[in-house]
């Protein structure tokens, strides 16, 4: 499924924000391939995700956001799926993923991080990635 160009939420005070195409063509960094079929992967989940900037850095939402990413290292692109900025329940009891291929590693009961190290890595996880994604946004 293909969104065409990509769907962006505007920001509040958007004048100050930069957007995400812009915040990629800014980017210099040796996992920009990596970090772009991230983002396509993630777009092409839901026609309901959109993106915008949040926290510095290329954010996706639904009704709240739900996955970030996160680049402070250099070996890997790490995208951080979470329940949105609020506090909610679920960061006592936890959410249910089924995740057979074990992508997730928890950072907390309702907090995780996946690692992709490369395009080769990105597409022999794919099928698991789309799959996480679509029980992770349930929960949001």
Partial sequence: MSLGKSQTKP????SSLPDVETF???LDSGLKSEMLAIR?????????IAEQ?????PSFCTTQHFATFHLRT??????????GAKVRDTAVTGI??????SLLEWLGSDRAMVKFYNLKDIET????????????????
């Fill in 74 to 83: 250099k070996d890997s692109v790490g995208i951080i799926v979470h329940l």
């Fill in 24 to 26: 990629l063509a800014e």
């Fill in 53 to 57: 900037i949040k926290w510095n850095v």
């Fill in 125 to 140: 996880k794919k099928l698991a990635f789309v799959n996480m994604i679509q029980q992770w946004i349930q929960h949001v």
């Fill in 11 to 14: 920001a509040k005070n958007k």
């Fill in 96 to 101: 249910n993923i089924n995740d057979p291929e």
């Fill in 40 to 48: 396509q992967i993630i777009l092409e989940v839901d026609p309901n």
